[in-house]
């Protein structure tokens, strides 16, 4: 059930060179290939229309000066020795920056977190607390003092998330369409316009059609292919600059940037929009963190990448600084600057490169709108996880075919590298402005250092971002408008769904039945209680849920357990399987009603099956067996809680109470000298029993109620769920109404239903239809 958990629970050892290097390899597949692929596209967009390739060689040697410095300043500088360092527990990403926000500035937009949840091992604040009256002090109030600000925090996230989506629809046009731009050299100019787009398109539709299936089962390749591509290049690369221009290395001096501008000027500045696609995918290191080391990232970049990029472009530069006529008729490309006898081979490898490039950009986009669902900022996406051994890989169905069809219409639509960098490239370096932005926030309040040095990182890699993001902005009607245009859609999804979700939480708050109403009725509710166990799904994590009172008042039955079942999410990457469960009671002990709270990470696979209710009943039984005799005095005070105990799965709970289900056939077990078993009254109906451990102590009141609990799982289990429909108050605002009846309904209706979302069998659930005035 909880494969993300069983993996984390395994004993963590301190890496060792052989690992370390291991997964260095491996990342060479997953985390390199998109940034391994841009010198296909580089040259060739830079010099597309704004600059000219002369005999002086002044722009090719400036070009490349930008892309050495580049590389050097963002990927090595920024990300491999700063922006790795603010892992949140290993993870990386834009959503783990805000989650280390979030818990130390107290900003979640999580509308159901407690106290409870900072005592999860993951929750840990490292570093020293800042002393009150400094500056980042007051900068940790005023973000908590201010829902405005807090807000624009989310706000900010999101469009770096949204950035990431539009990303993953970019990438794969850009990558495959300029690997497959090799085959115009070997037909004429007019025959190979017809053949790269359908091409093109063959490659994209068959990489998004096999999503589906996972990569676990090719993954092994992916990093042999990148290798070989890097190798590839890098070799070519040497070759050109000893063959061509061995003087070559003089351009990586910043004095050819000056050079460069001031003999280009406006026409130079634009370029750089093609120039920074030299960094596409840098943040793919920081956002596949979680699936490797941060050593293993760094030797990976600082071994192997960066120095096969800087040779690939420095022998491009080379070929180019002797061959100044080409541009007339193939234009400034990759593929020239390749040795004619092995262009055929490279055209091959570079495909497969481009598709592994782009395979990692589509499973981190399924990544991404993963984590914004779990935090309430995405609508209900049924996920797929197709990997029983990697952890990460997953599939989203819905987002894959959209992905796929805005992918089609980019390539169908420009047809030329030139929009399609002109698109990627804002949405690359827009990405990098937010980590930027967060990356400040991260220094003050969760790193506690001095202000001046979150000014100085965010002013001097700010400037140099910001200068690439004007030169991108520029193009806007030449294909910039791409990303804007999906990000702004994404948003408006994002925000409208999460302020639906959050007045709709509001409401179920305000209307919580009191305890004094559920004590009125008396143990049996006031109607019959019939075995089984009934599942009420509720948002709520303290109180009785107005819903309930719908059964029990229009229903004449109702289970003879009942529990309140919250399945939420906290702001940490995982949970790990001993505290993945909180559970306590709702009332006296003779009502036999309980609350229990699955708690999941951003990061956690949420699979809800029958191993799922296994861990759940199993987590009552433990609560049961550990609970204390002074809880059961008087009435539970359901509005807090500071009485609900920990409980892990059972995969994790190796000394408490485990159960076993059988068609009745008990004689394998039944001779265990080493553990002492309840059993339920013979049955022909599938037998479940506690197994407890040796000497547990348990008064006869606690036997009572394990029994009923057995026979109640016996009988069967139904999932018990409210049908929301959430319309506006009266005397709301124009732009109030607009969101929500229109905007949130429209979103709640088309996108999955809790029970599909949540893998709930349809057989066993009854939803009950309330109406929400928000």
Request: aromatic residues 12%.
């Amino acid at each position: 059930m909880d494969l993300a958990g069983v993996i984390l629970n395994q004993p963590i050892k301190k890496d060792s060179w052989k690992t370390v290097l291991i997964l260095a390899y491996q990342s060479l597949g997953v985390v390199y290939g998109d940034l391994s692929t841009s010198p296909l596209y580089v040259y060739k967009s830079t010099f597309a229309e704004d600059i000219k390739h002369s005999e002086t060689n002044e722009e090719i040697y400036g070009v490349l000066s930008f892309v050495f410095w580049t590389l050097t300043l963002v990927p090595l500088l920024k990300y491999v020795f700063i922006v790795l360092r603010a892992d949140d527990n290993g993870e990386g990403g834009t959503f783990a920056l805000y989650s280390l926000l979030c818990r130390h500035a107290r900003v979640n937009a999580l509308p159901n977190c407690q106290l409870a949840d900072e005592e999860l091992s993951e929750y840990t604040k490292h570093g020293i607390e800042s002393d009150k009256g400094s500056i980042g002090w007051r900068l940790k109030s005023t973000l908590e003092k201010y829902r405005v600000l807090q807000k624009l925090l989310l706000v900010l996230a999101l469009i770096g998330t949204c950035m990431v989506i539009g990303d993953g629809v970019l990438t794969p046009a850009i990558s495959v369409f300029s690997a497959v731009s090799g085959l115009e050299l070997s037909m004429s100019n007019e025959h190979h316009r017809y053949v790269e787009v359908p091409v093109t398109c063959i490659i994209l539709v068959f990489l998004f059609a096999l999503q589906h299936y996972g990569t676990h089962r090719v993954g092994f390749l992916f990093a042999p292919v990148v290798i070989t591509w890097l190798l590839c290049i890098s070799a070519i690369g040497v070759y050109n600059i000893f063959h061509w221009n061995p003087n070559v290395y003089q351009a990586l001096s910043p004095y050819y940037m000056y050079k460069f501008l001031k003999k280009t000027q406006r026409g130079g500045w634009m370029s750089l929009g093609g120039i920074l696609l030299c960094i596409t995918g840098s943040e793919a290191m920081f956002a596949d963190l979680g699936h490797f080391s941060q050593l293993s990232i760094k030797i990976a970049f600082t071994c192997m990448v960066y120095p096969s990029l800087i040779l690939a472009y420095m022998g491009q530069a080379a070929y180019l600084s002797k061959h100044h006529a080409i541009e007339s008729h193939y234009r400034i490309g990759f593929y020239v600057s390749v040795p004619e006898k092995i262009r055929w081979p490279v055209l091959v490898i570079a495909i497969l490169a481009a598709v592994v490039g782009s395979q990692a950009i589509i499973t981190g986009t399924f990544s991404i709108i993963k984590q914004c669902s779990a935090l309430g900022c995405f609508p209900r996406v049924k996920i797929v996880h197709t990997s029983s051994k990697i952890h990460g890989q997953i599939y989203i169905s819905e987002i894959n075919w959209i992905l796929m069809l805005l992918c089609l219409a980019v390539t169908i639509g420009f047809r030329d590298t030139k929009r399609m960098g002109n698109a990627a490239g804002l949405a690359v370096i827009t990405v990098m402005l937010v980590t930027t932005c967060l990356m400040s926030l991260v220094i003050v309040l969760c790193w506690h250092r001095s202000v001046f040095l979150a000014i100085c990182f965010i002013f001097f890699f700010g400037s140099v971002e910001a200068l690439y993001f004007s030169a991108s902005l520029i193009k806007f009607l030449e294909g910039a408008w791409v990303p804007i245009a999906l990000s702004f859609i994404f948003l408006i999804v994002m925000y409208l769904w999460h302020y639906g979700t959050l007045k709709k939480y509001e409401f179920d708050v305000q209307n919580k039945v009191p305890i004094n109403w559920l004590l009125s009725l008396g143990p049996r509710l006031g109607i019959v209680r019939v075995k089984g166990i009934g599942l009420i799904h509720t948002e709520l994590v303290s109180g009785i849920p107005a819903i309930f009172s719908h059964f029990v008042t229009n229903l004449p039955a109702f289970h003879q357990v009942v529990v309140f079942l919250c399945i939420k999410s906290v702001p940490v990457p995982h949970v790990r399987p001993d505290e993945r469960f909180l559970v306590g009671r709702v009332g006296p002990k003779e009502y036999r009603l309980y609350r229990c709270i699955a708690r999941y990470g951003y990061r956690d696979v949420q699979k809800d099956d029958n191993e799922f209710e296994k861990d759940l009943v199993c987590s009552i039984a433990e609560f049961i067996r550990s609970e204390r005799p002074a809880n059961d005095e008087g009435t539970e005070d359901v509005e807090n809680d500071e009485y609900m105990t920990v409980v892990g799965s059972s995969s994790s709970n190796l000394v408490g109470i485990r159960m076993c289900e059988d068609d009745g056939n008990v004689g394998e077990m039944a001779g265990t000298s080493e553990l002492r078993e309840i059993h339920s009254p013979k049955k022909l109906r599938k037998r479940v029993r506690f197994v407890l451990p040796k000497s547990p102590q348990i008064d006869r009141d606690a036997r009572v109620e394990l029994r009923e609990l057995m026979d109640a799982r016996e009988a069967g289990m139904a999932f018990i769920m409210g049908h929301s429909y959430v319309r506006a108050k009266t005397g709301s605002s124009l732009m109030k109404r607009v969101v929500i009846n229109l905007g949130y309904d429209f979103l709640r209706r088309n996108f999955r239903e809790p029970t599909f979302a949540l893998s709930l069998p349809y057989a066993s659930t009854l939803e009950v239809g309330m109406v929400y005035h928000v």
